[in-house]
C-alpha cells in the first residue's frame, strides 16, 4: 500500500536575523514542498521565529532552548534571557579549553544548570509540535558550523533535533548542507549524532562532506538549495556594477572580533570602489545580510563625496530585494556566500573577495575561479583591472552562469522530488 505524503513539516534552520541566503534557502524548501504537495503545513524552527513568520507566511517555533554568545535564540514562548555571564571575557587557558572540548567546565556549574534548565522547558513545549510532524528537513546552508555559539549552539540544536524526530518516528532529512568550523570534540560528537539520526543526507560541496567526517561518508553532493528558487530574468544596466560588503571581523557583528582588519578590508573596498567610478561606472551599494548594514554605511563614508546619481545604496530587506538590485548590475563584487549566489541566480556574474574555502567552492564550481581573490590580500588596482575584464565579457560569463544555475536548479528539483514527491 503506498504511503501517503508528508502534510506536516517542519524546518531547521539557524535564520531569522536578517540573512538573506538562508532566507532565500527556507523559501526555496517552502516552494518545493508547495509544488509537490499542494498545500502543506509548514512550520519552521528557527532563531527568531517573530520573523520567520512575518518573512514566509508561515508558523514558526524557536529551534532551540540553549543560548549562547554568538548564536542568540528568541523565544517569543519564554521572557527575555537575561544577559549572558559566560560572555564575559576570559583567560586564554579557558578559552583554549572551550575551543579543545566545547562544553562548560567545572567552574561554570551554575551556568550548565541554566542552560539544561532552559533546554528541558523548550523540550516540553517544542515536543508537542514534533510529535505532530510528518517529516523534519534541515533546510540546507551552513547548518554543521560551530563558528557562532560554539557546541551548545547550532550543533548541539541539530543534534537534540535527529534524537526528537527518532523517538517520536518521524523522517530526518538533512538536505544539501555546508560544514564550517567544528572545532571541540563535543561539535563534532553533536554533528555525527545528528547525522547518525537522519534517514537522508546531503552536502552542498564534496569539501563539506569530507570536514563532515566518517558519519557523512557516502552522502551525496547536491547544490545548495537557494538554487531551487524559481527566478524572473532581470536586464542589467550597462553601466552599473553591484558592490556589497560583508561585517568582516567586525567588532559587535563577527564572532572573532579584528577592528584593524575589517578597516583594511573597508578601505581597500572603498578604493576599488572609487576606481570603478572613475572609469565611468555607476555603482549600487547593497547587504545581503542585516548584520552588514554597518558595513554599507562604513563603506559609504570611506568612499566620500559623490554625486547622488552615481552612487546609491538599495534597500534589500527581502532576498527578492537583493535579486532586483544584483540583476539591475552588469556585475557583482560580493564576499558574503549568498550575496554571490544569489547575483549567480540573477544572471550576473560575481566578483568575490573570498572570506572562506566556502566561497572559493561556489567560484570554482561555476567556472569563475579566476574572479575570486582572497580578502585578506586583494589591490585594488589590480582588482579592477580583472572586474573590468568580466564587465568586458559580462554577456559570456553571464550565461555560464545561467547554464551552471539551471544545472543546480534540476538537482535540487530531483533531491525535493525524492524526498517530498509522492512515491508509487
Known sequence: MTEPPATRIGLISPCGWGNLGDAAIVESVIQGARRRLGDPSIVAFTMNPDDTRTRHGI??????????????????????????????????????????????????????????????????????????LDHVVVAGGGQLDDFWGGALGHPYALARWGRRARRFGIPFSV??????????????SFVRDALRHANTVSFRDAGSRELAGPAAAGAPVVPDLVYGLPVEPRRPHERLIAVSPMSYCAPGWWAVADEPRYRRYIDRLAQLTRLVLDRGFDVVVLSSNRSDDAAVADLVDAIGEVPADRLRVADTP???????????????????????????????????????????????????????????????????????????????????????????????????????????
Open 59 to 132: 508558523d514558526a517555533a524557536a529551534v532551540s532552548g540553549v543560548e549562547r554568545p554568538g548564536y542568540r535564540v528568541v523565544d517569543p514562548d519564554e521572557p527575555e534571557r537575561p544577559a549572558d555571564e559566560d560572555a564575559a571575557p576570559r583567560s586564554r587557558l579557558r578559552r583554549a579549553a572551550d575551543f579543545v572540548v566545547g562544553l562548560p567546565g567545572p567552574r561554570d556549574v551554575a551556568t550548565a544548570l541554566r542552560l539544561a534548565a532552559d533546554d528541558r522547558r523548550h523540550g516540553r513545549r517544542i515536543d508537542g509540535i514534533a510529535r505532530e
Open 175 to 188: 538536505l544539501s548542507v555546508g560544514t564550517g568550523t567544528l572545532g571541540s570534540i563535543a561539535s563534532r
Open 318 to 424: 527581502t532576498h527578492d530585494d537583493y535579486l532586483d538590485a544584483a540583476g539591475a548590475a552588469v556585475a557583482v563584487v560580493a564576499t558574503r556566500l549568498h550575496g554571490i549566489l544569489l547575483a549567480h541566480l540573477a544572471g550576473r556574474p560575481a566578483l568575490a573577495l573570498s572570506y572562506d574555502r566556502k566561497v572559493d567552492v561556489a567560484m570554482h564550481d561555476v567556472g569563475h575561479a579566476a574572479w575570486c581573490v582572497a580578502i585578506d590580500e586583494f589591490d585594488p588596482a589590480v582588482v579592477v583591472e580583472s572586474l573590468m575584464a568580466m564587465v568586458t565579457d559580462a554577456e559570456a560569463l553571464g550565461a555560464t552562469v545561467t547554464e551552471q544555475v539551471a544545472a543546480a536548479r534540476a538537482a535540487v528539483d530531483r533531491q525535493y522530488d525524492e524526498v517530498f514527491g509522492v512515491q508509487p
